[in-house]
């Protein structure tokens, strides 16, 4: 089992930034897969980002590229959503998701677990 706790989230005017963090701790698992997803009211959960924590690969949805960087600490367990030049469209909750598996099937963005979310809300 993991534990993944979110921080960062809250309230910021269009053009601003927030730097959202993630750790993940287990006793017995080590997660080298690590995401974001978000859900806005109404819509379905979408994949932002994730990072193979192995070699530092990492890949985002187009709507956030350019804007959006992920980074993790030097023990792979904590990993990092800077997000820049925020739009009122990225006003949703965000989760991050982790799992182990090789960079290949991370690539699937399939996670096995999951955390409690953080809100992020940009307003115009």
């Known amino acids: 089992q993991v534990q993944l706790v979110e921080s960062g989230g809250g309230s910021v005017q269009a053009g601003g930034s927030l730097r959202l963090s993630c750790t993940a701790s287990s006793s017995n698992y080590r997660s080298n897969c690590m995401g974001w997803f978000r859900q806005a009211p109404g819509k379905q959960r979408e994949w932002v980002a994730h990072?193979?924590?192995?070699?530092?690969?990492?890949s985002f949805a187009d709507s956030v590229k350019g804007r959006f960087a992920i980074s993790q600490d030097k023990y792979g367990t904590t990993i990092i959503l800077q997000m820049n030049s925020l739009k009122p469209e990225d006003t949703a909750m965000y989760y991050c998701?982790?799992?182990?598996?090789?960079?290949?099937?991370?690539?699937?963005?399939?996670?096995?677990?999951w955390g409690q979310g953080t809100q992020v809300t940009v307003s115009s």
């Open positions: 990072i193979f924590t192995d070699d530092g690969s990492a």
């Open positions: 998701a982790a799992g182990s598996s090789s960079r290949a099937y991370c690539y699937t963005r399939v996670f096995d677990f």
